[in-house]
Each structure stands twice: as structure tokens, then as C-alpha cells.
């Protein structure tokens, strides 16, 4: 089991920046992928950024390549999301999910590879 919990949102103008974090709990921690994903009102799910439990291998969504960098410290077990040059449309609410065992489907950022949710972080960005 892993149990998730995020911090680190806020309303923020455009162009600012935040950091995420997601501290785990649970003995599968060492074997989880991580990833994170987002959702605006009356929107999709989306996943936006993923980490291997290796530390090494990341994936991100076309929208936020450049400007969103996750990053994992497993002697902590936490996971972060730096986000860089905020847009008006990176409002949403933010979730950390674990993918245990990692699959191919978490690589992909599809939130049906991920099987342990937080409760989720709110970004607010103004123009």
C-alpha cells in the first residue's frame, strides 16, 4: 500500500512559479512510479509528468515539456513538481498518484496505470 499526500499549490500570476510536493507512506514506496496529473473543472483528467522509482527515467505532456520538471528523493519519499512560467491554463486541481507494480500504461501518463491517489493540490494562476 502507499498513502499519498500533496502540499505546495496557490494562486499564483502568470508567469510565476511553484513547487509541489508529495510525501508517501507505505513499504511498496521503493517500487512505485510516480506521477502527476491535474484537473480543471469540467475537464479530462490529465496526466502531466512521470518518474521512475530509479530517479532517472521522466516523462512529461507535450503542454508543460520545458516548464514542468519532476524530480524524487526515495530517502525522503517524496516526489516534486516544479512548475515554471505559469499559465492561466495550468489552473487546476493537482493530484501525485502511485503506479505499484510500474507499467508501461504509467509511462504513459494514463490515470488507469495508477493505483494510489493524494487528495490533491489546488493551482490557481491570474493574468
Known amino acids: 500500500q502507499v498513502h499519498l499526500v500533496e502540499s505546495g499549490g496557490g494562486s499564483v500570476q502568470a508567469g510565476g512559479s511553484l513547487r509541489l510536493s508529495c510525501v508517501a507512506s507505505?513499504?511498496?514506496?521503493?517500487?512505485?512510479?510516480m506521477g502527476w496529473f491535474r484537473q480543471a473543472p469540467g475537464k479530462e483528467r490529465e496526466g502531466v509528468a512521470y518518474?521512475?522509482?530509479?530517479?532517472?527515467?521522466?516523462n512529461y505532456a507535450d503542454s508543460v515539456k520545458g516548464r514542468f520538471t519532476v524530480s524524487r528523493d526515495n530517502a525522503k519519499n517524496t516526489v516534486y513538481l516544479q512548475i515554471n512560467s505559469l499559465k492561466p491554463e495550468d489552473t487546476a486541481m493537482y493530484y501525485c498518484?502511485?503506479?505499484?507494480?510500474?507499467?508501461?500504461?504509467?509511462?504513459?501518463?494514463?490515470?488507469?496505470?495508477?493505483?494510489?491517489w493524494g487528495q490533491g493540490t489546488q493551482v490557481t494562476v491570474s493574468s
Open positions: 507505505g513499504y511498496t514506496w521503493t517500487t512505485a512510479c
Open positions: 518518474i521512475h522509482s530509479s530517479l532517472v527515467l521522466t
Open positions: 498518484a502511485a503506479a505499484v507494480p510500474c507499467t508501461t500504461s504509467a509511462y504513459d501518463l494514463r490515470a488507469s496505470g495508477y493505483n494510489h
